[in-house]
């Protein structure tokens, strides 16, 4: 059977080429969107405004697929986290946040994740390849139909899944441009955020195509400390980050602001020390910080910090002029937080078994 294309994975200009590239005129690729995200039909011989010879086309050469639900977990706080299964087979997590009036979808990028942060159990999986675009409009599509009983949607997308968004650009981007688009889903381009751990020339990039929000996984002040935690850092000093940061906010505009994400880990980076150098460091950025208490998963040699300590870090930020969040952990029952998403990946990188290897040693797991 030939390969159909996966239309939920084309942006508005890519449908509209598509139209043009078949002898129409781009017009019909908006019709197309609002039957399929306005009126939710997919079924090309209903969309009875386009003309029959392309309906039979679009139906021999196109679909529309979504992944498949393997398991969906409800958490005690109202959480859900969905594994779903892709076309490759693998299985990846989106996690849906309702909180009052809103409602978070954080969706998935990529099976698993190359840049191996050390406090990060997605990390830990290994990496299988990326998502395709239609995979990560699907997400949208099924917390959409979840939603749908409570006269709800999804109202703020995070790709704070699995994986780094900004190492699967192209289709990050044709995803979001769908969540942003008035024929699709018509989200504010400020309730799509992008996270990146800091791959500096995919920032540069998404500045020229894209105005969605931006979040920087920062959490440390100093090179030496982010080295360790978060080693594409190595590559990508903080100053390289910073530098790209500003250029983006720049183009943002005055009224939006950037958010650093902050992962406090016990005895790590959560010292009052910790929190002025931040201030120091994100003094000329335009930005709000989040801090997320470390989540910890078995073997990942940190701990959570007190809760003394995650106070009088938020302090010294807020003293220091910064809008300072303190993330509450969420879904926590059900593996749903943070840094616990995992799917089940088919690891390419061996750093599973590496991973396993090291457990089994039993090596002292070090907790600085
Ligand atoms: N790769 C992107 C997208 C992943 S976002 C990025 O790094 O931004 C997932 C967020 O959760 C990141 O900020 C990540 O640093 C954070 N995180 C990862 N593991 C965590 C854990 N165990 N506890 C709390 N936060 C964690």
């Known amino acids: 059977m030939q390969n159909l294309q996966n239309l939920y994975g084309f942006d508005r200009t890519q449908l509209e080429n598509l139209f043009v590239e078949q002898g129409l005129q781009a017009f019909r690729g908006r019709q197309l969107m609002k039957w399929v995200y306005h009126q939710e039909q997919t079924d ?3 969309m009875t405004d386009l003309p029959l010879r392309m309906r039979e086309w679009l139906a021999d050469n ?3 697929a979504v992944p498949e639900v393997e398991r969906q977990l409800v958490s005690a706080d109202g959480t859900i986290k969905w594994l779903l299964r892709v076309a490759n087979g693998d299985l990846i997590e989106m996690v849906l946040i309702p909180e009052k009036g809103r409602n978070t979808l954080c969706v998935s990028s990529q ?39 409570r006269g709800e949607s999804v109202t703020n997308v995070v790709l704070m899944g699995m994986g780094e968004p900004l190492l699967n650009f192209d289709a990050v981007v044709a995803a979001t441009n769908v969540m942003k688009d008035d024929h699709a889903f018509g989200l504010s381009k400020r309730r799509v955020t992008v996270s990146t751990a800091g791959v500096v020339p995919g920032i540069d990039k998404l500045r020229e195509v894209s105005d969605v929000a931006l979040a920087i996984s920062l959490h440390a002040p100093t090179d ?39 992962t406090l880990m016990r005895g790590v980076n959560d010292q009052p020390e910790h929190a002025g150098q931040l201030a120091e460091l994100l003094q000329s950025l335009r930005c709000k910080i989040n801090l997320i208490p470390f989540n910890p998963f078995p073997g990942s040699g940190y701990e959570r910090p007190l809760d003394a300590d995650i106070e009088h870090f938020q302090t010294i930020l807020i003293q220091q002029g910064f809008t300072t969040m303190l993330r509450t952990t969420r879904g926590e029952d059900i593996d749903a937080a943070c840094g616990q998403l995992v799917g089940q990946v088919q ?22």
């Not at 990508?236 to 902050?262: M, N």
């Not at 990188?349 to 290897?357: D, W």
């Open 62 to 64: 196109c679909h529309f």
């Open 44 to 46: 090309f011989a209903a």
């Open 347 to 368: 690891d390419r990188t061996r750093r599973q078994s590496r991973y396993r290897a090291q457990l089994e040693t039993a090596q002292p797991v070090v907790v600085r």
């Open 224 to 262: 030496a400390l982010r080295n360790e935690l978060v080693p594409i850092n190595r590559k990508y000093s903080i100053e390289q980050l910073l530098r790209a940061c500003r250029d983006y906010v720049e183009d943002l505009g005055p009224a939006r602001k950037l958010v650093i994400e902050y």
């Open 111 to 149: 099976i698993g994740c190359v840049l191996d942060c050390s406090f990060c159990s997605t990390g830990k999986q290994g990496f299988n390849g990326n998502l395709a675009p239609a995979d990560i409009v699907g997400q949208m599509i099924l917390a959409n139909q979840a939603l749908r009983a």
